[in-house]
């Protein structure tokens, strides 16, 4: 009778009471810092508000939408945002890639190398920020003077618009490569050495190992490393805020920037609230078309 009775366990009943004590603190965390936002900012999306308090009046319904649709500058902003998008991904991802591989192989200077760029992952986003306006800097400028030096003209890097758009990736490319190369370098450290021997002994070049063992063995790093940039390139705030102010006449102004001025300018939380409510939207449809296309170009290459 006594078989089927247990002696209840203290350690047991400790962890019980202090495992669900330890998380409640982070918890805490992500639904203050996180969902409340969230879920306060899709509120906002559809409430009117007054001008001078900031306190919500009543309900727009979707005019706050209909009012940023009819925005030209809103537009415009939506399409910097797409542009600094496709730049970063298309700037960041193969570069974090071929240091990726080149720090992998272990070559000397490759720990000074991954010391750097770490070392730029880990600094402030506007410290960063600061420097490199200095170094964009007319006239008085380090890349102006080494262009002065080659016999080459001056180039207006913050004041036009294309050049301010291209100056801004490539700071930010610089400040951020570190995580997605991290990611690729982990993908490569997974992958057997045994295949790539294999492969080298059949007599595969490196080209044709790198496209058909490396880069599909791969996959899930890159779709992580693409998402990653494209989020990132998507929330784009403090190098423009501190390098251009969204200018020159808006042409560095993405939906980040947008929604801070109607926020804080324009005292318009509503329709700040509306573009970030878009913009969340088209990020997640972006997200996953990329999840799609990469992981169906994969499958098709399979087959």
Do not use: C
Request: proline content about 6%; charged content about 15%; hydrophobic content about 55%.
């Amino acid at each position: 009778m006594l078989r089927g009775l247990r002696t209840p366990d203290p350690t047991r009943r400790t962890e019980n009471y202090f495992g669900p004590a330890m998380v409640l603190p982070a918890l805490l965390g992500l639904g203050l810092f996180q969902f409340y936002p969230l879920v306060s900012a899709v509120l906002n999306s559809f409430r009117t508000f007054n001008a001078f308090t900031k306190r919500p009046t009543g309900w727009a319904g979707w005019n706050n939408f209909i009012e940023i649709f009819a925005d030209d500058v809103f537009r415009n902003a939506v399409l910097i945002t797409l542009i600094y998008i496709v730049l970063m991904i298309a700037i960041v991802v193969p570069m974090a890639l071929g240091l990726a591989i080149l720090i992998d192989k272990r070559m000397r200077g490759t720990a000074l190398a991954r010391a750097a760029i770490l070392g730029a992952l880990a600094s402030s986003e506007a410290v960063a920020a600061l420097i490199w306006n200095q170094l964009y800097e007319p006239g008085t400028g380090l890349f102006d003077a080494i262009l002065k030096s080659m016999g080459l003209p001056e180039q207006p890097f913050l004041v036009s618009g294309p050049h301010a758009i291209v100056s801004i990736v490539v700071m930010t490319a610089w400040k951020d490569v570190g995580l997605p190369m991290l990611i690729f370098l982990g993908g490569l450290q997974a992958i057997s050495p045994q295949l790539i021997e294999a492969a080298a002994l059949d007599g595969a070049s490196s080209w044709r190992i790198f496209r058909r063992i490396t880069l599909p063995l791969l996959r899930p790093s890159l779709i992580l490393a693409i998402f990653m940039v494209t989020v990132a390139a998507a929330r784009l705030f403090t190098p423009i805020i501190l390098l251009t102010q969204g200018g020159p006449d808006g042409q560095t102004t993405n939906v980040p920037f947008y929604s801070y001025a109607q926020a804080f300018e324009f005292s318009s939380p509503g329709t700040a609230s509306a573009s970030v409510m878009f913009m969340m939207v088209i990020l997640v449809g972006i997200t996953a078309l990329q999840a799609f296309v990469i992981r169906d170009s994969n499958d098709g290459g399979r087959r």
